[in-house]
């Protein structure tokens, strides 16, 4: 959410000292997730249908998903990327915890396959793997992708029944999927069920 202080100029003043200490707004626009992929030279904003889950598959991890459509009322034009982040299941449950993602991550051409990740030196036991996958209408891939992974994920509540927290992880290499890009980048505040 954005906060534009021009919205409450004709707002009696306890009325808009009220809104903006309800929405947490300043003279700073409120800080936004980021989710994007890089094509070329260009990054495109994958901000359209945002989808977080936590699902109950294993093995356990985070999903960060979301869509650029460059032509909303054309069909078949959008692209898709998900940020995939598989969890350690005994980290599940254990309390905050701060966590380094570093390494390489190979993806196979066929989706059905596990990918391998290869952890670098500061990696942190408690994720399995992390990986950017893509998808359009464009064709299926002919290599595997292979990724280097670098960022934190930052778990503030880890309990039985809920996981929360913030997801900072940049990409590089060639992306999984049928829209391949050269990098992605997920700064993601998450709050989700178990």
């Given at each position: ?17 009220l ?42 991890g ?8 460059p ?9 898709s ?18 966590l ?28 399995v ?10 064709a ?49 505040e ?5």
């Amino acid at each position: 959410m954005r906060c534009n202080p021009s919205h409450y100029r004709r707002t009696p003043w306890p009325l808009a000292l009220l809104l903006l200490s309800l929405t947490a707004c300043d003279s700073k626009e409120a800080e936004e997730d980021t989710l994007r992929v890089k094509y070329g030279e260009t990054w495109r904003d994958f901000d359209e249908e945002r989808i977080e889950r936590l699902p109950s598959v294993t093995p356990r991890g985070l999903w960060f998903c979301g869509t650029h459509d460059p032509i909303p009322n054309a069909v078949d034009d959008e692209t898709s990327v998900c940020i995939n982040v598989t969890l350690d299941e005994a980290l599940l449950g254990t309390g905050p915890a701060t966590l380094t993602l570093e390494g390489t991550t190979t993806v196979p051409v066929e989706t059905s396959g596990q990918v391998a990740f290869t952890p670098g030196a500061g990696h942190s036991p408690g994720v399995v793997a992390a990986w950017a996958n893509t998808g359009c209408f464009g064709a299926p891939p002919t290599e595997p992708s292979v990724q280097q992974v670098k960022g934190q994920l930052v778990l503030e509540h880890n309990s039985d029944v809920w996981l929360s927290g913030r997801l900072k992880l940049q990409l590089t290499g060639t992306l999984a999927g049928s829209c391949p890009g050269s990098a992605a980048e997920a700064d993601i505040e998450f709050d989700l069920p178990r």
